[in-house]
């Protein structure tokens, strides 16, 4: 098994899409995102994976560039519901940090 850990740039997420079902069966890589960025990009890595029947870990608890404003870790956390009720597809990881 190999758990890459990549965030939701744009590109690292093109590449998870492209990827998606090249992953093994039984899906021998499983990658770990972060999100960083609004939910939009998100949103098409999760219609990738479902319907190449695969899944990835995402962190439930972003914190890093533009999520580590407030106000759009609120916003991408009431977009991405949804997404983590599939958990098919998105499972939720919780990253640990000195303040949990």
């Not at 890459?4 to 998606?20: G, H, I, V």
């Not at 039984?26 to 990738?48: D, S």
Request: aromatic share 12%; net charge negative.
């Amino acid at each position: 098994m190999y758990f890459p850990y990549l965030f939701d740039k744009q590109s690292e997420l093109l590449a998870l899409r492209e990827l998606a079902g090249k992953l093994g069966s039984p899906q021998m890589i499983i990658p770990l995102v972060e999100p960083v960025t609004k939910v939009a990009g998100l949103r098409r890595f999760h219609a990738a994976f479902k319907q190449a029947g695969n899944f990835a870990y995402v962190v439930e608890n972003p914190n890093l560039l533009d999520l580590a404003i407030p106000a759009a870790l609120s916003e991408w956390q009431s977009g991405s519901a949804p997404l983590f009720a599939d958990s098919d597809v998105f499972r939720p990881v919780f990253k640990e940090q000195s303040s949990t």
